[in-house]
């Protein structure tokens, strides 16, 4: 399965700046996720990000809070714009295999974000 | 409007008995379901999935039952080990499942006392 390692793992951040999260896969993977998982709620997808191409947003998610960057098959980043407290969640980057058709999602150990 | 729910914020067994994770769905179109372990820091690990096709899957100490009638799954750990000790999240895919998105649970942590 694939191996993903994101950073940083944490951050504390002031209101008004931005964050830049990275994302590395071990292997060529055709669509990479982002998902957040606020303070007490379950996982949320905010977009996919393809490569070539501009990643895919879900509703209630925009390009210019949460612009996401995928230069190769293996690298992607999300960085999360004009920081709020509202903001302080943990940010998760994933993918599957693209060989296996139904292949779970693998997830990095993620990003916790607080935002003061 | 939560279309999949695990209604247990908490779950605590003894070491050597059966755990059982219940997630209950909504949507008729999901097809596809999976249920994740997660440490503190760590992200999800993915554990086991089930088809709507079928309605059991097993992978060693752990089976994943689907009722789709009832729109009900569970999840089995037998026997419950402390290092199982965790919050199981379940999801659920719909007819595109090809894609990476899932709908989660809010997660229920299990305690297995040693």
């Known amino acids: 399965s694939a191996v993903i390692s994101q950073k940083p793992s944490r951050d504390i951040c002031q209101r008004g700046t931005s964050l830049t999260i990275q994302c590395q896969v071990d292997?060529?993977?055709?669509?990479m996720f982002w998902y957040r998982q606020q303070p007490g709620q379950s996982l949320t997808l905010i977009a996919t990000?393809?490569?070539?191409?501009?990643?895919?947003?879900e509703s209630g998610f925009v390009i210019d809070k949460f612009p996401i960057s995928r230069p190769n098959l293996t690298f992607s980043t999300l960085t999360v714009s004009n920081l709020s407290p509202e903001d302080s969640s943990i940010y998760l980057c994933?993918?599957?295999?693209?060989?296996?058709?139904?292949?779970?999602?693998?997830f990095g150990n993620g990003t916790r974000l607080t935002v003061t | 409007d939560q279309q999949v729910k695990q209604n247990s914020p908490s779950l605590s067994v003894q070491e050597g008995r059966i755990s059982i994770l219940n997630c209950d769905y909504t949507?008729?179109?999901?097809?596809?379901f999976l249920w994740y372990k997660k440490y503190p820091a760590e992200g999800p690990t993915f554990l086991i999935s089930?088809?709507?096709?079928?309605d059991k899957n097993e992978d060693g100490r752990f089976t994943v039952f689907l009722n789709k009638s009832a729109k009900h799954l569970s999840l089995h750990i037998v026997p419950s080990q402390p290092g199982d000790s965790a919050v199981y999240f379940c999801?659920?895919?719909?007819?595109?499942?090809?894609?990476?998105?899932?709908?989660f649970g809010q997660g229920t942590t299990l305690q297995v006392k040693p």
């Open positions: 994933s993918a599957k295999d693209d060989s296996l058709w139904n292949s779970p999602l693998h």
């Open positions: 292997s060529q993977v055709t669509m």
């Open positions: 990000a393809n490569q070539g191409s501009e990643a895919t947003y």
């Open positions: 949507n008729s179109m999901f097809d596809y």
């Open positions: 089930i088809s709507s096709i079928k």
């Open positions: 999801a659920a895919s719909d007819g595109s499942s090809n894609t990476g998105k899932l709908i």
